[in-house]
Every structure is written in structure tokens, then in C-alpha cells.
């Protein structure tokens, strides 16, 4: 279809909202993709944008054809524009820029997992309303993971686990800018002439990536989040059926269908053989004697029962990966992963005591990291959304660990975001009011 496309001369019109590290992987593979163009880029810098489009091998004549904008201020500046890819990784901007898109009647593609798991269902809903694709991006991991759950239930596995692997230790949670290089064992001299922002860096070390990642993918299956947040267990790819399958032991008492993320190292930070670091994976569980024999017969990899198997993708390539999700919009009007509940939240946790008039910092800094909780365990606690705990002040002290909520914060109450997040709360607090008991 995409081949068709550029044979008539009508290849499919794209605006990418983020020239980063996330955009500049798409902008790579955009030359050699028949059917796509990329005819219009926002960034606050467009001269660094132009520079991205350079680095990754952009002729001239390519850039000179391209669009270069700071900001979306009307419409009309989407004209003739059929997807809008966001990748700011900004939530606020992110959710601003989705209700644009979908103004515009454009599909959009959220690279933004951040404004995704703050009001992403609400988000995903408006896009219905008005036709367009609502789509988490592929190649980013909660995408992969959303494609390996749908195998799975098409193929009439019941699910035990999904998730993703990520280094970590448990003092990651405490993990601040001025120590991420050390936790993440990168020089940081290395890392200042690299350009690498260490708060950034800092939200995939302290957990909060990880908890906003496994929020979107809750989300989007309708798998569950544990009461107790993620637990990182330690394990290799060829052990996943056996660590993830319910009530393993007395130190992991877990439910099917859920999901996890596991860890490339053990506890004392040696690496772990055949770890999962850069992947994702599903683990299920054969439904009846004859699949599991089934299981025997083909070379899974299983537990000692022969009952649970795992299957898994080693590496995850982010914005190579992403023509995938445009195309899938356009041609299949179909999203590769997209918000059908409100099922996980992430809210902001205490990294050390918190005082009254302190301002906080956000994802990745100095004050939160964001936990992963049941969004009915976050709505009940009246939890403060990792993506709105950013240059906020505590109103009231709050202990190292301890989860914020809005009460503990001053916060705008009349701010565009703040209330679309409280519209989103409030439907679902009624559809839980709603569904039948049991």
C-alpha cells in the first residue's frame, strides 16, 4: 500500500512534533521508506531540527522542502497533513498537541508515553469521536508488548505476565541528576560531550520510565498493575516461565494478568546471562493438556511443569521502528496499542522528606519518581499524577517514600491539563460506579 502510494505520487504526509533522539531514529529511516514523507517538523529549536535532519543523512534538497516550525498555533498548519507523530516527551505539551491533531483530523501517533498515562483513555476516546486514530508507537516497548499480548489472546493463550526488561536495583528509586551517570555506569564527562540530559536519563533509572511504560501497556490490554508497584524481579529470558507464573514462591506471590518488568542483574548488580535488558516479553500458560504437550513437541522453552512458556523479543529499535504505526493508521485505521481503559496510574513518590514550600521537580529529578499503582488504588488516595508533579509547591510535609496527592501540592486548578485529567478521573470513577459487582 505504501508502494502504491509513492507510485501515484501521493506518498503519505506526516508532521513530527520533537526533533530528539526519539524523532531523529524516524527521521533516519524516512529516505529510504517509499510512500512517507515528513512535509512538516515542530521543534522549539528549528535550527537544531534541521541539524537532526542532517546528522541522520538528509539531503538538501529534502530539508529545503520541509516545513520547520516552533509551535502549532493554528489549524490550518496542519493542512494537507494526515499524521502527527508527538514526541516531545512532555506531558503537557503532549496532551495539548494530541487535541490539536485531532482537531485537525489527523491521526496521531503518541511517542509521548508520558501524556499517554496521564489522560491518554480520554485522549483515545476524543479520537473516536471524531474518526481519527488514536496509536502508542511502535517500536517504543509498550507497543511491542501490546503486539505480543494480542498473539498471544488471538492464539487463545490465557495471559500470565507481560513487560519489559530494564537494569535495576532498588536504591535506583533514589536516584537523583547529579548521580544518574554513576547509577547508569556512564562517564560523565562522556555524558556532558554526548549532550545527554541527565534528568532525562535519570526517569529511565529511578523506575518512573518504567512505571509510565507498564501504565500504558495496563492501560491498553486491560492487564492489571500490583497493589504493591513493580518488582523488578531478577531474571534471564530463558527463566521467565518459571519467575513469572502465579505463586511461584513464598517471596513472589503473583496473579496472572498482569504486568512486570524484570531486571538484568541480580540484587548485588552482576549482570545476569542471557538478560532481557533491551526487550520485551509475554509468558503464558498452555489452556489445556494437548497445547502443552504441543509446547513439548515444538521446543518451547518452558517451567519444569511444562505448563507456562514465554515468548519474547530481545531488543526494542524505537524510532527506526515507527513507519510501522503511521502505516497501520492510514491504511488499517488501526493503532499498533491505544488506551481502551483506565486500569494502572502513576503517581508521585517521595524520593527523601519533603518540605512545606519546596517545588517539585518532575520526572526524573530531584524530589519524585513515579510509582505504578491500580488507577483504583490512585483515584481512591486521590494519588498526584507523575506528569503534573512538575513546578508544583508541597503545601504540607511528606515523608521519604510516601505517595503525594493533589491535596499535598498547590496546583492551578484552572490550568488546561490539570482539568482534563479531573474530567478523565471523574468518568472513571463513574464507570466503576457503574459496572456490576462481582
Not at 44 to 55: E, G, H, Q, V
Not at 149 to 177: M, N, Q
Not at 203 to 219: L, R
Request: net charge negative.
Amino acid at each position: 500500500m505504501a508502494r502504491a502510494r509513492a507510485a501515484d505520487g501521493h506518498p503519505v504526509q506526516v508532521a513530527l512534533i520533537g526533533a530528539g533522539k526519539f524523532g531523529s531514529m524516524f527521521l533516519a529511516q524516512v529516505p529510504t521508506t517509499p510512500g512517507i514523507e515528513v512535509s512538516v517538523i515542530v521543534d522549539l529549536s528549528p535550527a537544531r531540527a534541521r541539524a537532526a535532519c542532517k546528522n541522520v543523512g538528509w539531503d538538501d534538497a529534502r530539508i529545503t522542502a520541509t516545513r520547520f516550525i516552533t509551535t502549532l498555533r493554528e489549524l490550518n498548519e496542519l493542512d494537507g497533513i494526515e499524521v502527527v507523530v508527538e514526541a516531545t516527551g512532555d506531558p503537557v505539551a503532549g496532551i495539548s498537541h494530541a487535541l490539536t491533531a485531532i482537531a485537525a483530523g489527523c491521526h496521531i501517533v503518541m511517542v509521548n508515553v508520558e501524556a499517554d498515562v496521564l489522560a491518554g483513555p480520554l485522549l483515545a476516546s476524543r479520537a473516536d469521536d471524531a474518526g481519527v486514530v488514536y496509536s502508542l508507537a511502535y517500536g517504543d516497548q509498550p507497543s511491542l508488548i501490546c503486539e505480543l499480548v494480542d498473539w498471544a489472546r488471538t492464539c487463545g493463550f490465557p495471559i500470565v505476565a507481560a513487560g519489559k526488561g530494564t537494569r535495576y536495583l532498588p536504591h535506583f528509586h533514589e536516584s537523583t541528576p547529579s548521580d544518574v551517570w554513576r547509577n547508569r555506569g556512564v562517564d560523565p564527562e562522556a555524558a556532558r560531550k554526548g549532550g545527554m540530559n541527565a534528568q532525562m536519563f535519570n526517569s529511565f533509572i529511578d523506575g518512573t520510565k518504567s512505571s509510565i511504560e507498564m501504565a500504558a501497556v495496563a492501560n491498553a490490554t486491560g492487564l492489571n498493575a500490583a497493589s504493591g508497584g513493580l518488582q523488578f524481579i531478577p531474571c534471564s529470558a530463558a527463566d521467565l516461565p518459571r519467575m513469572l507464573r502465579p505463586n511461584q514462591d513464598e517471596h513472589h506471590q503473583q496473579q496472572e494478568g498482569r504486568v512486570e518488568v524484570v531486571s538484568s542483574v541480580w540484587r548485588d548488580g552482576s549482570v545476569i546471562p542471557g538478560n532481557l535488558r533491551w526487550g520485551v516479553y509475554v509468558v503464558f500458560r498452555a489452556p489445556n493438556a494437548y497445547s502443552k504437550r504441543c509446547f513439548g513437541e515444538y521446543g518451547m522453552v518452558t517451567d519444569e511443569s511444562g505448563e507456562y512458556a514465554a515468548l519474547y523479543r530481545p531488543y526494542h529499535l524505537i524510532g527506526l521502528e515507527l513507519n510501522v504505526s503511521i502505516f497501520s493508521a492510514v491504511f488499517r485505521r488501526e493503532a499498533t496499542g491505544r488506551p481502551t481503559c483506565f486500569h494502572a496510574d502513576v503517581v508521585a513518590t517521595a524520593k527523601r522528606d519533603l518540605l512545606i514550600a519546596e517545588m517539585l521537580d518532575g520526572e526524573g529529578g530531584y524530589t519524585v519518581w513515579g510509582k505504578l499503582v491500580p488507577a483504583s488504588d490512585s483515584l481512591k488516595l486521590g494519588g498526584l499524577p507523575i506528569g503534573l508533579a512538575n513546578s508544583v509547591k508541597v503545601c504540607r510535609p511528606v515523608a521519604k517514600g510516601q505517595i503525594l496527592t493533589w491535596d499535598d501540592v498547590e496546583i492551578d486548578k484552572v490550568e488546561k491539563t490539570y482539568l482534563f485529567r479531573r474530567e478523565m478521573e471523574t468518568g472513571a470513577v463513574q464507570s466503576i460506579q457503574m459496572a456490576p459487582s462481582g
